[in-house]
């Protein structure tokens, strides 16, 4: 930053893991601070968190994390909800509850996630937006530390994060959930970062795979599939398990109890989209959220990356199979299409068709014949809980979903706290059942009995046969300040400043791309595309008076300080909303990295 810029005081609606202490600037006063801005629908978002755990360890006596939650969905405006959250995902900081989006404004935010750095006297330093910032935070730590340490400035010892009480159940958070041929089930125990065997009762307990510990060999597990038979007996094991925050496949031989690793490489993926099989080991994976066995191979929802990739256990590669990695929501032939956090998968029981739980557009899609559909979504920033004709019903962020015998299928409506049926015959949504802890998934089993992973109540829940509810429910449209700008030629400049220690990379052509398109499409009148320049002259329709523009920019750096420094790729996708107004400014600034020390 060019110039000395005080940090904004903390001020929410309360504080989690200060062991009920609401914190001041002055409170953390010597320390380095790194504001979180996060909200827990978001992949990114937990993909941060996973990066600031290695710098929370290493800095542990100099710096202070501090998560800013502020909200995208309704359902994260609940208080005990996020209180869930934080335990769900080991938030071990002190949160702030921004559920009015004062301190996104006060900080400038305008992406999910976006991290601020404040200096041990209280002044902003730094600002970025997005995943990947681990190693320029840490020299920028390292700095830091250097400055204050001689300008006396900097207060070593203990930070102000007290842990809640250690919870005590079978379960913890849930994800999801499949039947073995014996009649057991299968629940990816979230929380407990393990895989357990459960009885057909969904209570008993037979065995556990893997311990209860982080990266042992499990790290929040989440979608799990069963091969078929003439798979299984080739590859070796029968059941395969999304290792979400390992970025991983691992494979179960439910017989032995063995566990392997058979896809990914342990990095988060950072690259460009190709269509050719990689090795699978090799590859580098983003946040698997579901399985499913379809077009005989393992799908995977790759919800980091807002892709469907494709598993191959015999031949041992894996490949995209949908999807560009722009979030937003567009049908049409694949693999060209936008998805937005799928998080779902369910096979129709004539196997024609994949459906597929898309979270961040609060959307029900599916694939057939090589084609993305839309049955019930309307885009990125509507949701809410209403019934009816499926151009008009509205869900709110949900996880799971479950193709029943019938051709009808069964949503996990997971932020509305419901389970719903589409009916594509009648094209009509239901409410089934409502009142439920963040339904993650369901399961039909060979009986047909209906099992919903209800996973902030820690269970898994049994349907009566039957019931279908009438709810009345509400129409939302994410809060989130939208941008105003002016109608005709506007300037889009997105902001990049390399870490310390790098420098863009040009040996293989233009270190810089910049993608932008509109929703809807006609608020754009020229500037759509792909360029090589981070700065573009957009128009925009007088006559469209708000949307979203799309954009997704990314950088590639290396280091400059080895002989064979490391290549880095910057990337930053942003659905901004905005409104047109005459009297607003003709420039969109985004930041994609800002690492400037003031």
Not at 284 to 301: F, G, N, Q, R
Not at 528 to 534: A, F, H, N, R, S
């Amino acid at each position: 930053m060019n110039s000395r810029v005080r940090a904004p005081e903390l001020k929410g609606r309360g504080w989690l893991n200060t062991g009920g202490k609401d914190l001041t600037l002055a409170d953390l006063r010597g320390k380095i601070l790194i504001l979180d801005f996060w909200t827990f629908c978001c992949i990114n978002c937990l993909h941060v968190l996973d990066e600031l755990r290695p710098l929370e360890e290493k800095y542990g006596d100099a710096i202070v994390v501090i998560g800013v939650h502020s909200p995208k969905f309704e359902h994260e405006r609940d208080p005990v909800a996020l209180a869930a959250a934080v335990e769900r995902y080991g938030v071990h900081h002190p949160v702030v509850d921004d559920g009015d989006m004062h301190l996104w404004q006060q900080y400038a935010a305008k992406a999910w996630p976006t991290l601020a750095v404040v200096d041990p006297t209280g002044y902003l330093v730094a600002s970025m937006a997005g995943e990947g910032h681990a190693e320029g935070l840490s020299r920028l730590i390292d700095e830091l530390i250097m400055k204050h340490e001689a300008d006396g400035t900097l207060h070593r010892g203990d930070g102000p994060y007290v842990p809640p009480p250690a919870p005590d159940s079978l379960l913890r958070f849930p994800g999801k959930a499949i039947e073995l041929p014996n009649g057991n089930l299968l629940v990816s125990d979230s929380a407990r970062h393990s895989i357990v065997e459960l009885a057909a009762d969904g209570e008993t307990l037979i065995r556990r795979f893997g311990s209860e510990s982080r990266n042992d060999p499990f790290s929040e597990p989440q979608g799990l599939v069963l091969l078929p038979a003439e798979a299984s007996e080739i590859a070796g094991y029968d059941v395969v398990v999304a290792d979400t925050v390992n970025h991983q496949l691992r494979a179960i031989n439910t017989a032995t109890g063995e566990i392997t690793l058979v896809a990914g490489s342990g990095r988060p993926w950072r690259s460009t989209v190709d269509s050719h099989p990689h090795d699978a080991l090799a590859a580098d994976l983003s946040s698997p959220w579901d399985l499913a066995w379809y077009d005989d191979k393992v799908i995977i929802a790759m919800a980091g990356i807002h892709q469907l990739w494709w598993f191959d256990p015999i031949k041992r590669t894996v490949g995209v199979y949908a999807g560009t990695t722009v979030e937003a929501l567009r049908d049409g032939p694949l693999p060209d299409v936008w998805m937005a956090q799928p998080s779902g998968l369910s096979v129709s029981h004539d196997g024609k068709r994949l459906w597929i739980a898309d979270s961040e557009t609060s959307a029900l899609r599916f694939v057939e014949e090589n084609t993305l559909h839309t049955a019930v979504g309307q885009g990125l920033f509507d949701f809410g809980h209403v019934d009816g004709p499926a151009a008009e019903a509205l869900f709110q962020h949900p996880l799971g979903v479950a193709a029943l015998p019938d051709g009808s299928v069964l949503v996990a409506d997971t932020y509305n706290g419901a389970v719903r049926r589409f009916d594509p015959a009648t094209s009509q949504v239901s409410t089934v059942d409502s009142g439920l802890a963040e339904p993650s998934d369901v399961l039909v089993t060979s009986n047909n009995d209906v099992l919903v992973v209800e996973s902030a109540a820690h269970r898994l829940t049994r349907l009566a046969p039957g019931v279908v509810q009438k709810v009345s429910g509400e129409r939302h449209k994410t809060e989130r300040p939208p941008s105003h700008l002016a109608p005709g030629e506007v300037t889009l400049d997105v902001i990049f400043t390399p870490a310390p220690g790098q420098k863009l990379d040009s040996q293989f052509g233009s270190p810089l791309r910049l993608t932008v398109s509109a929703s809807p499409a006609e608020l754009l009148l020229d500037g759509e595309g792909v360029t090589t320049d981070l700065s573009r002259q957009l128009v925009l329709n007088p006559d469209v008076p708000k949307g979203v523009l799309q954009v997704v920019a990314q950088a590639a750096t290396c280091d400059v300080d080895a002989e064979y420094g490391a290549c880095h790729l910057t990337r930053q996708d942003w659905g901004v909303p905005i409104v047109i107004d005459p009297a607003a400014p003709s420039r969109l600034p985004l930041i994609l990295r800002g690492m400037d020390e003031s």
